[in-house]
């Protein structure tokens, strides 16, 4: 049995245990989530990756309009949004309330995420479906840090 043939027999137990089937396409379906979804609210980048090498569409978004990255932004899994990135994902997505991957994870306080957001070209610029901008949003949360990175990344 070569290689490829043992890791398909892996991902085929795997997506057993987790109870999910294949369908045409090698789209996943599962009852209440996606496997990428989930592999990203773990925090699971072995998972996320096993999800995308199955077919799973990196701009699946769950019910309030989140994509894959604006939940790994939201949850500060750099390396997660850094794939995500690298495979496509497009950082200026919304979710139902206007909020983009950059705006979760300035919230949040995730710095590292931000400076990987902001150097894949994330909009600083940007405002919620409120009115509230990201540079406002990380004053409003005492961000400082992430204040200055962004006020030093703004463009006039």
Known sequence: MNNIQKQ???LTKRLNDINATIVPAYNIKYK??????DAIADG??????????LG???DTTDKDKRTALIQAASNGYKEIVELLINIGANVQSRDKYGDTALMKAVCKGHKEVV???VDAGA???TSD???NSVIKEAKINRRTDI???LKENVSV
Do not use: P
């Open 44 to 53: 699971n980048l072995q998972s996320v990756r096993e999800a995308i090498l």
């Open 129 to 131: 479906f409120f009115g």
């Open 56 to 58: 799973e569409r990196i």
């Open 8 to 10: 398909l027999e892996k």
């Open 32 to 37: 209440d989530s996606s496997f990428l979804m």
């Open 147 to 149: 204040y200055s990175l």
């Open 115 to 117: 400076e990987v957001l």
């Open 123 to 125: 909009d600083i610029n």
